[in-house]
C-alpha cells in the first residue's frame, strides 16, 4: 500500500520537517501552491481558470481548509482562497437565500435565524465554508430527514475548468448541476448557491440518553430517527471504564415553549439508562453553535493545531452494529480513547439524494466517524493512523460500506474507480467535458 504518494514526511522524521504554507485542519499533507489567490467576483474566478487551463495549472478552491488530507490543495498550481466571496443574502423568495462560496455556515445561520429560517440540515461544525461543504455533500444532525446540506441546494453558479461561468440547477443543465453537489469540485467550483431554507423553531428539547449495549442503542437510535416528532438525531460512542465503551443518542424536538414536548410518552419503549437521561431546553440558535464551546476548548488545549487523521465511513446499519464495536475493541484504535470522538448517525439512504454521494446499498445506514488526534511533530503515529484508516476502510467495503471523501486515507485512482462503480464512467465523462486539462481539484488524487 502507498502511503506517501501524497507529501506525508518519510519514517522517523517529523511533520514539520516540510513546511506548508497553508496547511489544513489534518496538518498531514503539505504542498506548495505556486501562489494564492482570493478572487473577489465570479468573473476574476473565471479569469484564473481560463487562464490555468490551456497551461495546464492546477487549481483549487480553499474554504475555510477544514481538509484532512489534502484535498483543498494544489501542489504547484494556484490556491483560490474564496474567503473574499462570502456574501449571503435574501432573494425575491421568501424561503431562499444565496450564499457565496466562501461564507461560513455560521454566517449563513446568521441571516437566515435573522428571518426566522434555517437551511434544513447543517454540519455540526459551523465553520466550514458554504462551497467546501457542498462540494463533498454535508452531514448533519438532520440528514436523517432532510438529507444531505447540498440536497438543499436549489441552484448553483459554478466556473468550469474551461473557464465557463455557468448557472444551473435541476431544470437547467442539471448534468454539471449533479455533478457538482457532492462531485468533490471536479469538474467546477463553486461561486455561490441558493440554499432552501424551512422555519426555524424558537426552541427545541434535547435528549441525552445513556446506553451501555450497543444493540438497544441502535435499535433506540433508528427509532428516534422514524420518529416525526425528532428532528436532529445523533450519537456517539464513549468510552467507559475498564477499556469498555458507552453509547449516547442526542435527540432533539422542536418546541414553543408553551406547550412543551411530553418527555414520557416521547422516549416510551426506550431502553436507555433512566437514571441518567438529560433533558434540556435550548434555544434554537445555541443548539446550532453547539460545537462552538468544543472548538474553544480545543484550541486552548491545541488539539485544534494537532494532525487530525479523521475516518468517515458510510455502513448498512445491520452491519455497523457490530462492526462498530468491534472497530472500537481494536488495539489499533485505542487512541480513540483518550483523544478522539467517535460519532454514528442514524441515516435514510433515500433522503441522501446528490447522485454523487455514493452509499451503501440498502435504506438503513449509519455515518461513522472516527476524529482522532495524532500527537503532533510524529509522523511515525500519523502513518499508523493513515494505515488504521486504510484497513478499516477495507473492512467496511467488505461490508457493503463507503467512504465519505473527507477522509484521510489514502486514494489511488483505481480505488476512486471502484468507489464510484457504475458511476465511474459517467463521471469520467463530465471530467473530460467541464476539466478537459484535469486542473481541478488534484488533492483527491482521483485521475491517473
Ligand atoms: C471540526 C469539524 C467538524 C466537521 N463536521 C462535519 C459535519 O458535521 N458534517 C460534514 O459533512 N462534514 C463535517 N466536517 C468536514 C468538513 O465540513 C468538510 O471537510 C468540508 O469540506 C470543509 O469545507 P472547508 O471549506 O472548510 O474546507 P476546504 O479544505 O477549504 O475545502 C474542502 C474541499 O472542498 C473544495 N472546495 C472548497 N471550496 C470550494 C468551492 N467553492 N467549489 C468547489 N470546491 C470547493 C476544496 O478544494 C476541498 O477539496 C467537519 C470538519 C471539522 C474540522
Redesign the pocket.
Not at 483549487?60 to 484532512?68: F, K, N, T
Not at 447543517?122 to 461544525?125: C, E, G, N, S, V
Given at each position: 500500500m502507498r502511503l506517501a504518494s501524497k507529501r506525508v514526511p518519510p519514517p522517523g522524521t517529523a511533520l514539520g520537517d516540510v513546511t506548508c504554507p497553508t496547511p489544513?485542519?489534518g496538518h498531514i499533507v503539505a504542498s506548495r501552491p505556486l501562489d494564492v489567490r482570493a478572487p473577489r467576483t465570479g468573473d476574476e474566478l473565471r479569469d484564473i481558470v481560463a487562464v490555468a487551463g490551456p497551461q495546464g495549472v492546477p487549481v483549487?478552491?480553499?474554504?475555510?481548509?477544514?481538509?484532512?488530507y489534502g484535498?483543498?490543495?494544489?501542489e504547484g498550481g494556484h490556491l483560490?482562497d474564496?474567503r473574499a466571496?462570502n456574501a449571503v443574502h435574501r432573494t425575491a423568495d421568501e424561503r431562499t437565500l444565496v450564499a457565496e462560496?466562501?461564507a461560513?455556515w455560521r454566517d449563513v445561520v446568521r441571516a437566515a435565524l435573522a428571518e426566522g429560517l434555517a437551511p434544513p440540515v447543517?454540519?455540526?461544525?459551523l465553520?466550514?465554508?458554504?462551497?467546501?461543504?457542498?462540494?463533498?455533500?454535508?452531514?448533519?444532525?438532520s440528514s436523517h430527514r432532510y438529507g444531505?446540506?447540498a440536497d438543499a441546494v436549489s441552484e448553483v453558479e459554478?466556473v468550469t475548468g474551461t473557464g465557463e461561468q455557468v448557472t444551473c440547477s435541476r431544470r437547467h443543465r442539471p448534468d454539471l448541476f449533479d455533478t457538482?453537489l457532492a462531485?468533490?469540485?471536479q469538474c467546477?467550483?463553486?461561486?455561490r448557491a441558493t440554499l432552501r431554507l424551512v422555519p426555524a423553531p424558537a426552541l427545541v428539547r434535547r435528549y441525552r440518553l445513556h446506553y451501555t449495549l450497543p444493540g438497544p442503542y441502535f435499535a433506540d437510535q433508528r427509532r428516534l430517527a422514524h420518529h416525526d416528532h425528532f428532528t436532529h438525531v445523533s450519537g456517539q460512542a464513549r468510552p467507559a471504564l475498564a477499556g469498555a465503551w458507552d453509547y449516547v443518542i442526542e435527540a432533539v424536538t422542536p418546541h414553543t415553549g408553551r406547550l412543551p414536548p411530553d418527555d414520557a410518552a416521547l422516549t416510551d419503549g426506550l431502553r436507555h439508562d433512566r437514571d441518567v437521561e438529560e433533558i434540556e431546553d435550548l434555544s434554537y440558535a445555541e443548539f446550532l453553535h453547539r460545537?462552538d464551546r468544543?472548538?474553544r476548548i480545543?484550541r486552548v488545549t491545541g488539539e485544534w493545531e494537532r494532525p487530525?487523521p479523521?475516518l468517515?465511513l458510510l455502513v448498512p446499519e445491520a452491519a455497523a452494529v457490530s462492526f462498530v464495536p468491534t472497530i472500537l475493541a481494536d488495539s489499533g484504535q485505542q487512541g480513540l480513547r483518550t483523544c478522539g470522538t467517535v460519532?454514528l448517525r442514524p441515516l435514510d439512504s433515500g433522503r441522501l439524494r446528490a447522485p454523487m454521494l455514493r452509499k451503501p446499498a440498502g435504506e438503513d445506514l449509519c455515518l461513522v466517524?472516527l476524529?482522532r488526534t495524532a500527537p503532533p511533530a510524529d509522523a511515525d503515529a500519523v502513518r499508523q493512523a493513515l494505515a488504521a484508516n486504510r484497513e478499516l476502510y477495507e473492512r467496511a467495503r467488505e461490508l457493503g460500506g463507503t467512504l465519505?471523501a473527507?477522509s484521510a486515507v489514502q486514494m489511488t485512482p483505481r480505488d476512486w474507480q471502484a468507489h464510484f462503480g457504475p458511476a465511474w464512467e459517467g463521471f469520467a465523462r463530465a471530467k473530460t467535458q467541464y476539466d478537459p486539462h484535469r486542473i481541478?481539484?488534484r488533492?483527491?488524487d482521483l485521475w491517473p
Open positions: 489544513d485542519f483549487s478552491a480553499r474554504g475555510c481548509g477544514y481538509s484532512m484535498q483543498g490543495q494544489a483560490i474564496m466571496l462560496a466562501g461560513t447543517l454540519p455540526d461544525h465553520g466550514a465554508s458554504v462551497g467546501g461543504t457542498l462540494s463533498t455533500g454535508g452531514f448533519g444532525a444531505l446540506v459554478v457538482v462531485g468533490l469540485g467546477a467550483l463553486i461561486v460545537m468544543d472548538e480545543l487530525h479523521w468517515t460519532q466517524s476524529m465519505h473527507v481541478l481539484t488533492g483527491y
